[in-house]
C-alpha cells in the first residue's frame, strides 16, 4: 500500500486524503495520468527475452 500512497502523492500530486478514495479513482487517476504524459507507449516497447546466446 505505501507505493500507491507514495504515487497519490508525489507523482500524482494529489492533496486529498488517500484513505478515503476507492481503488477504482486511483486507478483512474494512474491510468489518466500515464496516458497524458505518454508513458502508457513505453509498455509497447519492451522486448522480452526468454534465452541466451550463452546457452
Same mark, same amino acid.
Given at each position: 500500500?505505501g507505493?500507491?500512497e507514495?504515487? #497519490?502523492?508525489? !507523482? +500524482?500530486?494529489r492533496a486529498?486524503?488517500f484513505y478515503n478514495?476507492?481503488?477504482?479513482?486511483?486507478?483512474?487517476q #494512474?491510468?489518466?495520468? @500515464?496516458r497524458?504524459?505518454? +508513458?502508457?507507449k513505453?509498455?509497447n516497447? @519492451?522486448? !522480452? !527475452?526468454?534465452?541466451?546466446?550463452?546457452?
Open positions: 500500500m507505493e500507491m507514495y504515487i #497519490w502523492y508525489s !507523482v +500524482l500530486k486529498d486524503d478514495i476507492t481503488p477504482k479513482y486511483y486507478f483512474k #494512474w491510468d489518466a495520468h @500515464r497524458f504524459n505518454g +508513458l502508457d513505453q509498455d516497447k @519492451r522486448e !522480452v !527475452v526468454n534465452e541466451t546466446s550463452f546457452g
